[in-house]
């Protein structure tokens, strides 16, 4: 078998999420959410994207260098959305 599993990280809270036939989200204020290969969340350069191979899931999570290349340009842009709410 050779599939990949989309995983994401929530730099917020930390939280590991792993794609699923089930909405999943992490439970903070950033909202980091997966669905179906969708991803949702309040700052999406709050949110780590990694491929996991599930040959490989004793090394720890790397991106891929197209993630990380998407992640700078959202950097760079600086985009910048609903920012969590403080109460
Ligand atoms: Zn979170």
């Keep these: 078998m ?48 990694t491929q996991k191979e599930l040959t490989e899931d004793s090394k720890p999570v790397r991106l891929t260098k197209e993630d990380y290349a998407w992640q700078q340009a959202r950097r760079d842009r600086k985009v910048k959305r609903l920012s969590y709410e403080v109460r």
């Design 2 to 49: 050779n599939s990949k599993k989309l995983t994401i990280q929530c730099k917020v809270c930390g939280t590991l999420l792993e794609d699923s036939p089930k909405p999943k989200s992490c439970g903070c204020p950033n909202q980091t959410m997966i669905y179906k290969d969708k991803i949702s969340g309040n700052d999406l350069s709050k949110i780590i994207i």
